[in-house]
């Protein structure tokens, strides 16, 4: 549920490059030859000056970014999801504890889920007491500040920037504990860059887009695995993919997928015209362990007397077993064996064998389309970020947000991990936002409900 996702990006691919790939490259730059030596111990290429000259402090021309710690405090749905979560805690500790002083218990079971619940919310409850203990605080300051004595009125300024911070942490913290998680965020990723439009322009593009996803997995401390790296007559990349593990590893990169547009004049060009070309960046989450969990009461157990050659065995005994895995209709059989339990143990077997085989397809299939999504028809227009080399300026155009310095961001450090951690913030209150907006809705239509429901 990303801003990301709401880009104009079609679904159809029409277009792939040919060519000989090689899984070790003819070449290496100097960066990836010294990454490559020293391995993720030295992470960081040479220092150079990040600086251009007679732009001090020119590092952003216009930003609509997130929105700040207070205005999203400031909505009521927020506080009284908050109330409502601290209120739940309390009630469940005067259950638990109720459960445990008298003899009529909830069961072993319902214990069980109490204790966890109020798992869940003890870390948010506890920085919710934190948070309300020190705005007491601020409050007390800020009635010292109104003091006529001057030393008490000096302790409690130093005091009041303090007990700020103190606050905005812990608020930021609380909104941290509430983003709803997605499954695959802890999960490593399998990074893909494809050129597009522009010929041998966007190829060479390309190649340093590569290197600096590759530097910027060495600044974050990632480990980075070439698979695949089709080159160009030039020098150029067609297509390469990578296997990129770490922590955040998927979280932060996933915000890269998309077309990438490049203006600048390109090194063959003689007469000094600016082209436009495209390069397409697919992140795909790579699949974990697939868990199978198959429940009784989702299986139908029939058994049957066997057929065929056997002995005497056959059609005197119901030693054959038939399994129906209901929500999916897949039918696994076996009478090999002269024991019906074998016959069972067996067929479970190969019951799971097919739902697993379906699910890896279902996660194969997941992937596949996520990678239609995330490049598009690599088309101009479907631009997600456009690098203009000309200004020396990279715009995210999901945010609205642009940097100068294009060299240093090219680099895969500090500019570009302060975009991508740009683009992580208004993610994750964007999905905050729809979280407490489904449960407000939630809760109103539940009133409505309860209101029909009542005897008139």
Same mark, same amino acid.
């Given at each position: 549920?990303?801003?990301?996702?709401?880009?104009?990006?079609?679904?159809?691919?029409?277009?792939?490059?040919?060519?000989?790939?090689?899984?070790?490259?003819?070449?290496?730059?100097?960066?990836?030859?010294?990454?490559?030596?020293?391995?993720?111990?030295?992470?960081?290429?040479?220092?150079?000056?990040?600086?251009?000259?007679?732009?001090?402090?020119?590092?952003?021309?216009?930003?609509?970014?997130?929105?700040?710690?207070?205005?999203?405090?400031?909505?009521?749905?927020?506080?009284?999801?908050?109330?409502?979560?601290?209120?739940?805690?309390?009630?469940? %500790?005067?259950?638990?504890?109720?459960?445990?002083?008298? =003899?009529?218990?909830?069961?072993?079971?319902?214990?069980?889920?109490?204790?966890?619940?109020?798992?869940?919310?003890?870390?948010?409850?506890?920085?919710?007491?934190?948070?309300?203990?020190?705005?007491?605080?601020?409050?007390?300051?800020?009635?010292?500040?109104?003091?006529?004595?001057?030393?008490?009125?000096? =302790?409690?300024?130093?005091?009041?920037?303090?007990?700020?911070?103190?606050?905005?942490? =812990?608020?930021?913290?609380?909104?941290?504990?509430?983003?709803?998680?997605?499954?695959?965020?802890?999960?490593?990723?399998? %990074?893909?860059?494809?050129?597009?439009?522009?010929?041998?322009?966007?190829?060479?593009?390309?190649?340093?887009?590569?290197?600096?996803?590759?530097?910027?997995?060495?600044?974050?401390?990632?480990?980075?695995?070439?698979?695949?790296?089709?080159?160009?007559?030039?020098?150029?990349?067609?297509?390469?993919?990578?296997?990129?593990?770490?922590?955040?590893?998927?979280?932060?990169?996933?915000?890269?997928?998309?077309?990438h547009r490049v203006q600048r004049v390109p090194r063959t060009e003689k007469q000094g015209r600016t082209h436009t070309s495209t390069m397409t960046v697919a992140v795909l989450p790579q699949p974990t362990e697939i868990e199978l969990m198959i429940s009784p009461k989702d299986l139908r157990?029939?058994?049957?007397?066997?057929?065929?050659?056997?002995?005497?065995?056959?059609?005197?005994?119901?030693?054959?077993?038939?399994?129906?895995h209901i929500p999916t209709g897949v039918v696994a059989e076996c009478q090999q064996e002269r024991s019906q339990l074998k016959n069972r143990e067996r067929a479970m077997q190969r019951l799971r064998a097919k739902l697993y085989s379906m699910k890896l397809e279902e996660e194969i299939s997941?992937?596949?389309?996520?990678?239609?999504?995330?490049?598009?028809?690599?088309?101009?227009?479907?631009?997600?970020?456009?690098?203009?080399?000309?200004?020396?300026?990279?715009?995210?155009?999901?945010?609205?947000?642009?940097?100068?310095?294009?060299?240093?961001?090219?680099?895969?450090?500090?500019? %570009?991990?302060?975009?991508?951690?740009?683009?992580?913030?208004?993610?994750?209150?964007?999905?905050?936002?729809?979280?407490?907006?489904?449960?407000?809705?939630?809760?109103?239509?539940?009133?409505?409900?309860?209101?029909?429901?009542?005897?008139?």
């Open positions: 549920m990303f801003l990301a996702g709401r880009t104009a990006l079609r679904i159809s691919c029409k277009h792939s490059h040919a060519g000989s790939c090689l899984e070790n490259l003819p070449f290496w730059c100097v960066r990836r030859s010294l990454l490559r030596k020293t391995g993720p111990g030295l992470s960081h290429p040479p220092l150079v000056d990040r600086h251009r000259p007679n732009v001090a402090g020119k590092s952003r021309a216009f930003s609509v970014g997130a929105p700040t710690t207070e205005e999203v405090f400031g909505r009521n749905s927020l506080r009284g999801y908050l109330s409502q979560l601290e209120r739940e805690y309390f009630e469940l %500790l005067a259950r638990l504890s109720l459960c445990q002083d008298s =003899l009529e218990t909830e069961g072993k079971e319902g214990s069980r889920a109490l204790q966890k619940r109020v798992s869940e919310l003890a870390p948010v409850v506890t920085e919710l007491l934190q948070l309300r203990n020190k705005e007491q605080e601020l409050q007390d300051i800020q009635t010292l500040l109104k003091d006529d004595d001057a030393d008490l009125k000096r =302790l409690a300024e130093s005091e009041e920037s303090s007990c700020q911070a103190t606050i905005q942490a =812990l608020k930021a913290k609380i909104l941290s504990l509430l983003i709803p998680s997605e499954e695959v965020n802890n999960n490593d990723l399998i %990074l893909e860059i494809t050129a597009g439009v522009g010929g041998q322009e966007s190829m060479l593009f390309t190649a340093e887009m590569f290197e600096m996803y590759q530097s910027y997995a060495a600044f974050k401390d990632w480990h980075f695995e070439v698979l695949e790296y089709c080159h160009s007559e030039l020098g150029g990349l067609r297509h390469a993919a990578a296997s990129v593990s770490g922590q955040g590893s998927y979280r932060h990169m996933k915000y890269e997928g998309g077309v157990i029939e058994t049957k007397r066997a057929s065929g050659a056997g002995g005497q065995h056959v059609n005197t005994t119901d030693s054959a077993v038939r399994i129906l997941r992937r596949q389309q996520a990678r239609r999504i995330q490049i598009g028809t690599r088309g101009r227009s479907e631009k997600i970020r456009t690098y203009n080399f000309p200004q020396d300026r990279v715009t995210d155009h999901r945010i609205g947000k642009s940097l100068y310095n294009l060299k240093d961001f090219m680099l895969g450090e500090e500019l %570009l991990d302060e975009m991508v951690e740009e683009l992580k913030s208004l993610a994750d209150s964007e999905c905050l936002f729809e979280f407490l907006e489904n449960m407000q809705r939630r809760q109103n239509e539940q009133g409505i409900n309860d209101n029909l429901s009542k005897p008139q």
